[in-house]
């Protein structure tokens, strides 16, 4: 983890009587965050200290007499967290994250999160138990919803929590740093964010390549310059960094924009890439967030139910990340380059459903939340 990474780090410590003095009640803990090395989900985390009202958002790793006094809510969050890596298995990390949501189940809430395709079967209908019994479940996309609801979870339908975030978020100088560094100007460079592909999203890897690279192709004939964003570097299993490489030897003098390796907060900094970007075609769902949360319209290319909700319900351009036409793509990217999105209501809807949430898993009103 870098440097940066550390500034907002959290610790696994439950607060002090001061720290709870100095703090408006209810105290939150989070439950299954997933990594500060991957900057949507940082971003989440910034989010839900925002949300919450607290600088001190600790991470409960197990439930004891001092964490059942200190804490009044569980956060459950970490976007596809119980994505159960192994489709037609109950694995022990699955099992893991579930357990904790017994611990107190009256003061846990689970927000923000989204049910993948490889929660199926018997996995599902796990997590489905597990939910009926806490205070709250709230959700970022309508296929999650409908998935709990037949399986009579009382869902409410929001947005990702990252939504909360502003275009003042962004760390507008350290961004430009990162592009000055590649010699890039922003106003004409188009941003990729890519991802490797699994079981778990299994689009052809190498035909994703392939199709990136000849849209980049594209987008340099019409003059513009193109970057690939390192958006996550927390393992082989979740880093952009392979990709980028493999995009490099296909794209003639390809750059490569890194907030992990820049003088900022990588999810900071990352944002501000996205914002100051001529435009973005997002493979990764925070890169379109990010961009919506500023007042652009992105490009998706999905690859999950998350990242298809913004199209169904926000009218974001785009297709599926293992089928799309690389010239389509790219003329997409330069049609909505100067088109706006007001994420506005976006994001008093998601203030709006945390309040009411952890006012539900508190005991604590929602007036009294806000204030």
Same mark, same amino acid.
């Given at each position: 983890?870098?440097?940066?990474?550390?500034?907002?780090?959290?610790?696994?410590?439950?607060?002090?009587?001061?720290?709870?003095?100095?703090?408006?009640?209810?105290?939150?803990?989070?439950?299954?965050?997933?990594?500060?090395?991957?900057?949507?989900?940082?971003?989440?985390?910034?989010?839900?200290?925002?949300?919450?009202?607290?600088?001190?958002?600790?991470?409960?790793?197990?439930?004891?007499?001092?964490?059942?006094?200190?804490?009044?809510?569980?956060?459950?969050?970490?976007?596809?967290?119980?994505?159960?890596?192994?489709?037609?298995?109950?694995?022990?990390?699955?099992?893991?994250?579930?357990?904790?949501?017994?611990?107190?189940?009256?003061?846990?809430?689970?927000?923000?999160?989204?049910?993948?395709?490889?929660?199926?079967?018997?996995?599902?209908?796990?997590?489905?138990?597990?939910?009926?019994?806490?205070?709250?479940?709230?959700?970022?996309?309508?296929?999650?919803?409908?998935?709990?609801?037949?399986?009579?979870?009382?869902?409410?339908?929001?947005?990702?929590?990252?939504?909360?975030?502003?275009?003042?978020?962004?760390?507008?100088?350290?961004?430009?740093?990162?592009?000055?560094?590649? /010699?890039?100007?922003?106003?004409?460079?188009?941003?990729?964010?890519?991802?490797?592909?699994?079981?778990?999203?299994?689009?052809?890897?190498?035909?994703?390549?392939?199709?990136?690279?000849?849209?980049?192709?594209?987008?340099?004939?019409?003059?513009?310059?193109?970057?690939?964003?390192?958006?996550?570097?927390?393992?082989?299993?979740? *880093?952009?960094?392979?990709?980028?490489?493999?995009?490099?030897?296909?794209?003639?003098?390809?750059?490569?924009?890194?907030?992990?390796?820049?003088?900022?907060?990588?999810?900071?900094?990352?944002?501000?890439?996205?914002?100051?970007?001529?435009?973005?075609?997002?493979?990764?769902?925070?890169?379109?967030?990010?961009?919506?949360?500023? /007042?652009?319209?992105?490009?998706?290319?999905?690859? *999950?139910?998350?990242?298809?909700?913004?199209?169904?319900?926000?009218?974001?351009?785009?297709?599926?990340? /293992?089928?799309?036409?690389?010239?389509?793509?790219?003329?997409?990217?330069?049609?909505?380059?100067?088109?706006?999105?007001?994420?506005?209501?976006?994001?008093?809807?998601?203030?709006?459903?945390?309040?009411?949430?952890?006012?539900?898993?508190?005991?604590?009103?929602?007036?009294?939340?806000?204030?």
């Amino acid at each position: 983890m870098t440097a940066q990474a550390r500034k907002i780090e959290w610790t696994d410590a439950t607060p002090s009587g001061a720290e709870q003095d100095t703090h408006i009640s209810p105290f939150a803990g989070l439950l299954h965050f997933y990594s500060l090395d991957n900057v949507g989900d940082a971003a989440i985390f910034a989010a839900f200290q925002r949300l919450s009202g607290q600088k001190h958002l600790p991470r409960v790793t197990g439930w004891n007499d001092k964490a059942e006094a200190g804490i009044d809510a569980l956060i459950s969050v970490g976007g596809d967290i119980f994505n159960n890596g192994r489709p037609r298995l109950l694995t022990r990390r699955f099992i893991e994250k579930l357990s904790h949501m017994r611990w107190a189940p009256k003061r846990t809430m689970s927000f923000g999160q989204s049910i993948p395709p490889s929660c199926t079967g018997v996995s599902l209908r796990l997590l489905a138990w597990h939910m009926k019994r806490i205070s709250s479940v709230t959700v970022r996309d309508i296929a999650s919803a409908e998935k709990l609801r037949k399986l009579g979870v009382n869902v409410t339908l929001s947005v990702d929590s990252a939504f909360a975030l502003t275009k003042s978020d962004g760390d507008e100088a350290a961004a430009r740093a990162v592009y000055a560094e590649a /010699g890039l100007e922003p106003e004409n460079t188009v941003v990729f964010s890519i991802r490797n592909f699994n079981c778990m999203y299994p689009v052809d890897q190498p035909d994703f390549i392939a199709r990136i690279a000849e849209t980049m192709e594209h987008l340099k004939a019409k003059g513009c310059d193109v970057a690939v964003l390192i958006q996550a570097d927390v393992n082989d299993d979740d *880093s952009d960094r392979a990709i980028a490489r493999q995009l490099q030897d296909e794209v003639d003098g390809l750059a490569v924009l890194d907030p992990f390796e820049s003088h900022g907060v990588p999810w900071r900094v990352a944002f501000g890439i996205v914002d100051l970007a001529a435009q973005v075609i997002g493979t990764r769902y925070h890169t379109a967030v990010f961009r919506m949360a500023a /007042g652009k319209m992105p490009i998706g290319l999905w690859y *999950s139910n998350k990242g298809e909700d913004l199209n169904t319900r926000f009218g974001v351009p785009g297709t599926h990340a /293992g089928d799309f036409d690389p010239v389509e793509i790219a003329e997409l990217a330069l049609q909505y380059r100067d088109i706006a999105f007001n994420c506005g209501p976006l994001r008093s809807r998601v203030i709006e459903d945390f309040s009411k949430a952890l006012a539900a898993a508190s005991g604590v009103v929602a007036k009294e939340i806000a204030a």
